[in-house]
Nanobody, 121 residues
């Protein structure tokens, strides 16, 4: 499956932003999809993950209660709604897909390109 992330931009602290991860290829609805981010000078970190049906989600503690991951399998798209954004959320955001559920940055079969999110204070 091929992925393309979009929706990044420059916002102020407290604002909201929605990222999209559009997939092409077969059987997208059978893939687990995760969101990750990488700030300048830091390692890539896990943000959120959603199961193929969308019935289960899991978040990093740093975004829990502020970010919401969802998916529309009919549209082959996974979303990351980011609310109450903070300057420390500034990073390049990536989506990834794999048949196996995981909450680490390792082992994902397909990655999209990053979309930049900048949160000013």
């Amino acid at each position: 499956v091929q992925l393309q992330a979009s929706g990044g931009g420059l916002v102020q602290a407290g604002d909201s932003l929605r990222l999209s991860c559009a997939a092409s290829g077969r059987a997208f609805s059978s893939y687990v999809v995760g969101w990750f981010r990488q700030a300048p000078g830091k390692e890539r970190e896990f943000v959120a993950v959603i199961t193929p049906s969308g019935g289960a989600t899991y978040y990093a503690d740093s975004v829990k209660g502020r970010f919401i991951i969802s998916r529309d399998n009919a549209e082959n798209t996974v979303y990351l709604q980011m609310n109450s954004l903070k300057p420390e959320d500034t990073a390049d955001y990536y989506c990834a897909a794999d048949p196996i559920f995981r909450v680490t940055t390792k082992g994902w079969g397909s990655w999209g390109q990053g979309t930049q999110v900048t949160v000013s204070s």
